[in-house]
T-cell receptor, first 113, second 115 residues
Framework: DAGVIQSPRHEVTEMGQEVTLRCKPISGHNSLFWYRQTMMRGLELLIYFNNNVPIDDSGMPEDRFSAKMPNASFSTLKIQPSEPRDSAVYFC???????????FGPGTRLLVL | AQKITQTQPGMFVQEKEAVTLDCTYDTSDPSYGLFWYKQPSSGEMIFLIYQGSYDQQNATEGRYSLNFQKARKSANLVISASQLGDSAMYFCAMREGDVTDKLIFGTGTRLQVFP
């Protein structure tokens, strides 16, 4: 079975540009999570969805960040406008029901110049 | 206060030996879950093992076991018979309560396995 799919795997952009990260969760999973990993802050949850509905977005840094999940098989994380401090690895993860594990995608490495 | 504390920034172990990676947690919620993830140098996060706060027995998954000491609020990961491929960052995480699926991660421990 395919795991969580993220695209792009690498993104280099200039400050002020819009960045869109994409995620396809594991088929049948009903929860989806967006994480950010940096050296300074470690791994932190940005937002998560349950059955396509945002449940907790308290980790979203500011209004420049937005996330959507229009259907059970697709989610986006958008940064507009991007800033150098947004440079990080962004992970998407999914899980199913009461099963405890969250399964991570390979991550998107974002560099904002 | 830190919710998840991993005090060992780095650990070394010889191949075939066992190693324990420490994790302590802080919560007042009686219901919680504890997780360990492995992050190799390639970057992906791999789910290893889970322990629920009400589980009576320590969790085991192959060569991984979780030494759960509730009174001490510790959830140490034990890797038996270490292999070179076990070299990676290891993260402890906690889900606090039953209402949320949010995980809080520790800062990680880098494990190096040498021949």
């Amino acid at each position: 079975d395919a795991g969580v799919i993220q695209s792009p795997r690498h993104e280099v952009t200039e400050m002020g540009q819009e960045v869109t990260l994409r995620c396809k969760p594991i088929s049948g999973h009903n929860s989806l999570f967006w994480y950010r990993q940096t050296m300074m802050r470690g791994l932190e949850l940005l937002i998560y969805f349950n059955n396509n509905v945002p449940i907790d977005d308290s980790g979203m840094p500011e209004d420049r960040f937005s996330a959507k999940m229009p259907n059970a098989s697709f989610s986006t994380l958008k940064i507009q406008p991007s800033e150098p401090r947004d440079s990080a690895v962004y992970f998407c993860a999914s899980s199913f029901g009461t099963s405890p594990g969250q399964y991570f995608g390979p991550g998107t490495r974002l560099l904002v110049l | 206060a830190q919710k998840i504390t991993q005090t060992q920034p780095g650990m070394f172990v010889q191949e075939k030996e066992a190693v324990t990676l420490d994790c302590t947690y802080d919560t007042s919620d009686p219901s919680y879950g504890l997780f360990w993830y492995k992050q190799p140098s390639s970057g992906e996060m791999i789910f290893l093992i889970y322990q629920g706060s009400y589980d009576q027995q320590n969790a085991t998954e192959g060569r991984y076991s979780l030494n759960f000491q509730k009174a001490r609020k510790s959830a140490n990961l034990v890797i038996s018979a270490s292999q070179l491929g076990d070299s990676a960052m290891y993260f402890c995480a906690m889900r606090e309560g039953d209402v949320t699926d949010k995980l809080i991660f520790g800062t990680g421990t880098r494990l190096q396995v040498f021949p």
